[in-house]
C-alpha cells in the first residue's frame, strides 16, 4: 500500500532531511555539553584533592609519618566532607583509610560506579590522586564522584527528552507545514484542470500573503492573461477573415466569371486580369499585415531589441512626411526633445509611429494641422500625434485596436483596417501605453514608454 499523499509530498521529504540534520546538531551540542560540563568538574575535583595533598604533606618531612597518620584520622572522624583517604607504610600495610574494604587496591584515578563490596555497601566511583612520601609511605586522597555522575545523569536525561522533543516537534511542524503546502498546490492543481478544462477566465488563487506562492501565481495569471487574450485575438482572427476576407474573395471571384463571358477582346481580358490581380495583391497584403502582427504579439522580435533614438527617428519621421501631407494641403508640425532613448526594435517602432502618421494623414481634412511631439514626461518618454480632423468617437477608441474593425466613414478609403492592430501589437511588445484622446477637434495619440 502506498503512503499517504502528505507523506509522499516534497515538503514533508524535506522536512525528513531538516529534521535528521537538526537531530544529529542537537547530539552535538548535547555531546559538547556534556563533555565540557563533565571535564569541567572533573578539573575541579582535582583542584580540590590537589588543595587537600598539600594540606596535608605540609611540614610531613619533619613530623614524621606517625603525624600524618594522625591528621589522615582525625579527618576520618569528622563529619563527611565528601573525601576518602588511604595511607600505607612502605610495606604496604593500611595505616589509616576510610575506603571501602575492597576499593583498598583501587589507586587509580577513577574507580567505576557503582560497586558493591563485601559487606553489602555500594560505593561510588573516586576521584583522587595518590603520592609517595618521604618516608617511602602511600598517601591517596580521592573525591566522590556522586555529584560528577548525578550531572552526568541529569545531562543524559535532558539530551534524551530534548532528543525526542526535538523529533516530536521537527515531524509534527514538517506535517503541519506540508498539509498547507499541500493545499496550496492543490488549489493550484485545481485551477489547472478547471482551465484545461476550457475555464480560460479561471486564474489561480493569491492569499494575499506576499510570499513566493503569491508571487508564482501572480507571475500565472499574468501568463493566463496573455495566453487568454491570445486565444481570443485567435477566435477574431479566424472570425473576421471568414467575414472580411469572404467579400474581396466574393468580388474576385465575380469579376473573373464576368471577364470570362463578357470580354470578347484580349485588350478586355487583360484589363479584367489586371484588376483580379491587384485584388488578389490586396488580399496578400492583407494576410501578410496578419502574419507579421501574429508574429510581433508572439514575441519572436524581442531578441533583436536594441538602443534606439527616439529623438533621430521622430525627427526622420515628421520630416519625411512634410511633403506627404502639404500634397493634401495640410501642415505637418513637430517638436522634439534632444536625446530621448529606449530600448526596442528600430524598424517595429519606425512601422508604429508611420501607421500613426499615416492615419492622421489619411483621415484629416485639407487645411489640417498634424503635430508630431516627442518628450520627456514624468521622467519616461512620450510621443503624442494629434490632428484636427474628424476624430473618432469615444465609444469606438477601444474597438479600433481590434483587427478588420473599420469606421464607417472609413470603409470607402483604402485598407484593411490591421493598421492600428499593428500599433497595439508593437506597444505591447515594447510595453508601450496607448491612450486615445479628443482633440476637440481631432484625436490625440498618445505613446508612453
Not at 563490596?117 to 573525591?143: P, Q
Amino acid at each position: 500500500m502506498r503512503p499517504p499523499r502528505l507523506f509522499r509530498t516534497t515538503s514533508f521529504r524535506l522536512t525528513l532531511i531538516y529534521a535528521t540534520v537538526f537531530t544529529a546538531s542537537v547530539v552535538v551540542l548535547f555531546a559538547v555539553i556534556y563533555w565540557s560540563t563533565a571535564g569541567f568538574m572533573a578539573r575541579q575535583m582535582d583542584v580540590s584533592v590537589d588543595a587537600e595533598l598539600t594540606a596535608l604533606l605540609d611540614g610531613q618531612p619533619a613530623k614524621g609519618l606517625d603525624h600524618l597518620r594522625q591528621e589522615v584520622d582525625e579527618r576520618i572522624r569528622q563529619a563527611p566532607t565528601g573525601f576518602f583517604y588511604l595511607l600505607q607504610n612502605a610495606k604496604g600495610e593500611v595505616l589509616a583509610t576510610n575506603l571501602p574494604r575492597r576499593a583498598v587496591a583501587l589507586h587509580h584515578v577513577n574507580a567505576p560506579r557503582p560497586k558493591l563490596f563485601e559487606d553489602g555497601t555500594e560505593a561510588h566511583g573516586f576521584h583522587g590522586r595518590g603520592v609517595v612520601t618521604t618516608d617511602n609511605a602511600y598517601l591517596f586522597v580521592a573525591n566522590d564522584n556522586f555529584q560528577l555522575e548525578e550531572m552526568q545523569e541529569l545531562v543524559a536525561r535532558a539530551f534524551a527528552l530534548a532528543l525526542v522533543l526535538t523529533l516530536v516537534l521537527a515531524l509534527g511542524g514538517g506535517a503541519l507545514m506540508s498539509a498547507g503546502l499541500l493545499r496550496r498546490v492543490e488549489a493550484v492543481s485545481r485551477a489547472s484542470r478547471e482551465i484545461v478544462d476550457g475555464d480560460l477566465e479561471r486564474r489561480m488563487p493569491v492569499a494575499g500573503t506576499d510570499d513566493e506562492f503569491d508571487h508564482l501565481a501572480a507571475s500565472l495569471n499574468t501568463m493566463l492573461d496573455r495566453i487568454q487574450g491570445l486565444m481570443e485575438g485567435l477566435r477574431q482572427v479566424s472570425n473576421d477573415i471568414a467575414h472580411d476576407l469572404r467579400t474581396p474573395l466574393t468580388r474576385l471571384r465575380h469579376r473573373l466569371e464576368l471577364a470570362r463571358r463578357r470580354e470578347g477582346t484580349v485588350e478586355g481580358l487583360n484589363t479584367a486580369l489586371d484588376g483580379a490581380i491587384q485584388q488578389v495583391d490586396d488580399i496578400l497584403d492583407t494576410f501578410g499585415a496578419l502574419l507579421r502582427i501574429a508574429q510581433i504579439e508572439g514575441g519572436a522580435r524581442r531578441g533583436t531589441f536594441a538602443s534606439v533614438d527616439l529623438s533621430e527617428l521622430v525627427q526622420g519621421l515628421a520630416e519625411t512626411y512634410q511633403p506627404v501631407a502639404e500634397e493634401k494641403g495640410q501642415r505637418l508640425e513637430h517638436t522634439v526633445t534632444d536625446d530621448l532613448r529606449v530600448r526596442g526594435d528600430r524598424e517595429l517602432i519606425v512601422q508604429m509611429l508611420a501607421n500613426l502618421i499615416e492615419n492622421a494623414i489619411r483621415h484629416a481634412p485639407a487645411r489640417a494641422t498634424i503635430q508630431v511631439t516627442a518628450r520627456r514626461t514624468n521622467g519616461r518618454p512620450e510621443i503624442v500625434v494629434a490632428d484636427d480632423g474628424p476624430g473618432i468617437p469615444a465609444v469606438f477608441r477601444d474597438r479600433v485596436f481590434q483587427r478588420f474593425f473599420r469606421l464607417e466613414e472609413s470603409r470607402t478609403t483604402p485598407g484593411s483596417g490591421l493598421g492600428l492592430s499593428l500599433v497595439a501589437a508593437v506597444a505591447a511588445l515594447h510595453q508601450i501605453e496607448i491612450e486615445l484622446g479628443d482633440n476637440r477637434p481631432g484625436l490625440v495619440v498618445t505613446l508612453r514608454f
